[in-house]
């Protein structure tokens, strides 16, 4: 049987867009085993676990850093193969990885064993799931982009915030063995066959076009003015080569920023709960602020899609960086639940326009044809980042006995990042004899306000 076929067939006979079908099977894995492998699920099992063996934190955060480093090495392979394959084959295979290192999670002892289970598990979630999620729907979406990542957001958002609570009553009622096994189970049952049958690489490959309006146009043509809605500019894009990418600056300014990001994204989220255990806050309670910080990030999601294509890239990717400097300071001076969950609250929300924000304005800026590569060659940013915050923040409670100063540390680096990126301005025109479609619509907002 042709699973090309079966797609084309299904692609026909829908009253709607394929691209739908893309958006939801995409998030299965969104919802599934990238929330099985994140920090803000781990979060509940650090006290337990180093309680049990005996490990320091800092010890038990490195397999988190080792893990990103590994799925460092693996981006660019993971990119190239996603814009030649499409995402279906990654997603699928990145679901099984998960869903059996989880089960071998439920059967560790000496930390060697903890170390060769969750190290590969966060590599894939570090590299290609996040490669595959969102360049699938960036690939088949242009005009809707902002709406359509909001919406993997959103599901993100609500895996990690109802993974910690299942997870938290789990280990309450069965053990941490039990936790890990469950979730194991679950991404194996969810997350290969679905995306395996449908998953398509782009609408072209299916003869459709890109994100049609409902005139069935592509929104990636030539309009003459008067073809022109009012209201927002409609999105265009050029298409860059990763060498043209290279050449530009706001390449090397994201790539920064996303460092600057992603290290307290990564060092906060995993320690906030032990944070509040250490100020004498009930275990059970204090799995709420993991919930708070990843609930967070839907409604942010959904706030920063709503403005994407009213105001420039760059100063909305420094709103959610100043958001996430507040609530990360917020977090180390907080000491209860009063403050706490507001402060995880504020935080999800700058994190949540973090991740969307950032998938978009790689997309917006470089366009669909090499995003995959594009991404494969950035995402090592992202992924230093996730793993330089949280052996920082777990070395830095070993040696001080809290997570005060790592915290307030953390809110200082990604206000630097807040004020670098906003020189971060879309690259210019593509060279002549380039292929290439229309400035995107951020290019054009930035060219008229400068």
């Known amino acids: 049987m042709s699973f090309s076929r079966l797609r084309a067939g299904l692609a026909q006979r829908l009253p709607f867009y394929y691209g739908w079908v893309i958006l939801a099977v995409a998030s299965v894995p969104a919802l599934g085993a990238r929330s099985v492998m994140a920090v803000a699920t781990l979060s509940v099992f650090v006290v337990p676990i180093t309680d ?44 099984a990885v998960v ?65 910690p609570i299942i997870a938290q009553v789990l280990i309450d009622g069965w053990g941490w063995r039990t936790a ?48 022109r809605q009012p209201g ?46 250490s100020q004498g806050v009930p275990t059970h309670l204090a799995a709420l602020t ?41 977090t180390a001076a907080s000491s209860s639940l009063s403050s706490g969950i507001p402060m995880a609250l504020l935080l999800g929300i700058g994190v949540g326009g973090l991740h969307l924000l950032l998938r978009l304005t790689w997309a917006d800026y470089y366009g669909r044809l090499h995003l995959g590569a594009i991404r494969g060659l950035t995402l090592p940013a992202q992924i230093g980042g996730q793993a330089l915050g949280p052996i920082v923040a777990g070395v830095m409670f070993d040696a001080t006995d809290g997570y ?11 206000a630097v990042g807040a004020v670098m990126v906003l020189t971060a301005t879309p690259p210019g025109p593509l060279p002549l004899g380039s292929v290439s479609g229309q400035p995107s619509a951020e290019a054009r907002h930035s060219s008229q306000i400068a």
């Open 290 to 330: 993991a919930s708070s910080f990843a609930f967070g990030q839907v409604p942010g999601g959904l706030f920063w899609s709503l403005v994407a294509r009213r105001i420039p890239l760059r100063l909305l990717l420094s709103a959610a960086a100043a958001t996430m400097a507040v609530g990360a300071v917020g």
């Open 232 to 277: 927002p500019i409609r999105h265009t894009e050029f298409d860059y080569t990763v060498r043209q990418a290279l050449a530009t600056r706001a390449f090397w300014i994201l790539s920064l920023f996303s460092v600057c990001g992603f290290v307290v994204q990564a060092g906060v989220s995993l320690h906030q709960v032990p944070h509040y255990i």
């Open 52 to 95: 049990q063996f005996g490990w320091s934190r800092g010890q038990f955060s490195g397999a988190v850093s080792l893990g990103a480093l590994f799925g460092l090495i693996v981006s660019p392979f993971a990119g190239r193969l996603v814009d030649r394959y499409g995402s279906g084959v990654i997603l699928s295979a990145s679901s």
């Open 404 to 414: 005060r100063i790592p915290f307030t540390i953390f809110g200082i680096i990604v």
């Open 99 to 163: 869903g059996l290192c989880a089960i071998g999670l439920s059967l560790i002892s000496p930390i060697w064993s903890f170390y060769a289970l969750y190290v590969p598990g966060r590599a894939v979630f570090s590299s290609p799931l996040e490669l595959g999620t969102s360049t699938a729907v960036s690939n088949w979406f242009i005009r809707r982009r902002p709406m359509t990542l909001a919406y993997m957001g959103v599901v993100q958002g609500i895996g990690l915030t109802i993974f």
């Open 180 to 227: 890990w096994l469950a979730m194991g189970i679950f991404t194996i049952g969810t997350g290969i066959i679905p995306v395996l049958l449908l998953m398509a690489r782009r609408p072209e490959d299916m003869g459709l076009e890109p994100d049609p309006d409902k005139s069935g146009q592509a929104t990636t043509g030539g309009e003459t003015p008067g073809q």
